[in-house]
């Protein structure tokens, strides 16, 4: 399976960032791309750095307009589409929603972001209702896709709810780097934390993990922090959590990535740790905090 990650720099002009992502996805088709991921929010700079009722603005229902442009985008170039929206549900109900759309154009499923941060610089729970779709993965043409985003990368009790759905990869669309004040030890910590969680999701549940960061600077607007440095360092991990592929941490990337599909039942044969769950003694997984 050849899988693009379009790793790219946001900005504030929404029509070019649109226009640059259905060129990185043009070119993705023409070098093979089955299955094409981008980043989160992708559409808009990552505008909860600050808590601003005029950015429910930039919010869109389903379907709408990014329906139609990336629905056409799959379409015309025969590939399954990982896309990702800031949804308008109702008036005043708004979920960070993930879009996926098959080669035919259409929808073939979405995901609401279930776990929702509220951190300095990451305001996200003033904007995003939590995810009520559950962690059912997303049936396509090229296969199920266990499709999630961003903060939902660090947990994981959703990671394996995927994959004992079916799910044949882990997919996270990504908004994350670091704050100005962070140090290099803090932004290495930061960063290797992160990468390491995701490969102990491919190694714990035998599957591939896709994650494809945005990368720049982007400004707080209020003035109150110094902005973002999104990391990129997009990856693929391997179902042992071998790296298959990493982007730079600086620079916008198209990366097309072969993955092995087969290679999943070959790991779970040697280390099958479904097998050897132990269901019946983990009923406290489901406590705030056990003691």
Request: glycine fraction near 8%.
């Amino acid at each position: 399976m050849k899988v693009a990650l379009v790793q790219l720099h946001i900005t504030s002009d929404i029509e070019d960032n649109k226009r640059r992502l259905a060129s990185n996805i043009r070119e993705a088709s023409a070098k093979g791309a089955e299955i094409v991921v981008l980043s989160e929010l992708h559409n808009t700079p990552y505008f909860c750095q600050t808590e601003d009722v005029d950015n429910f603005d930039l919010a869109e229902e389903i379907p709408g307009p990014s329906t139609v442009f990336y629905g056409e985008l799959a379409k015309s170039n025969n590939i399954v589409l990982v896309t990702s929206i800031f949804e308008k549900r109702a008036v005043g109900l708004y979920h960070n929603t993930a879009i996926v759309y098959d080669v035919d154009g259409e929808v073939a499923g979405t995901y609401r972001k279930m776990h929702i941060p509220d951190d300095p610089a990451y305001y996200e729970k003033f904007y995003f209702t939590p995810g009520d779709l559950g962690f059912e993965p997303i049936q396509t043409s090229k296969g199920s896709l266990g499709l999630m985003v961003c903060w939902d990368q660090w947990y994981p009790e959703a990671a394996r709810l995927m994959a004992l759905a079916g799910a044949e990869m882990l997919i996270y669309p990504t908004a994350i780097g670091w704050e100005s004040t962070d140090t290099q030890d803090e932004k290495d910590r930061q960063h290797g934390a992160w990468e390491t969680v995701q490969r102990g999701h491919a190694v714990a549940n035998g599957l591939p993990v896709i994650t494809v960061n945005r990368v720049g600077y982007e400004p707080d607007p209020s003035g109150v922090t110094g902005g973002i440095q999104f990391w990129g360092g997009s990856f693929v991990a391997g179902p042992q959590g071998e790296i298959l592929h990493k982007s730079s941490f600086t620079e916008e990337e198209l990366a097309i990535v072969d993955v092995d599909m087969k290679r999943s039942e070959d790991v779970r044969r040697i280390w099958p740790f479904l097998r050897d769950r132990r269901i019946d003694a983990y009923e406290d997984v489901l406590l705030r905090f056990r003691k």
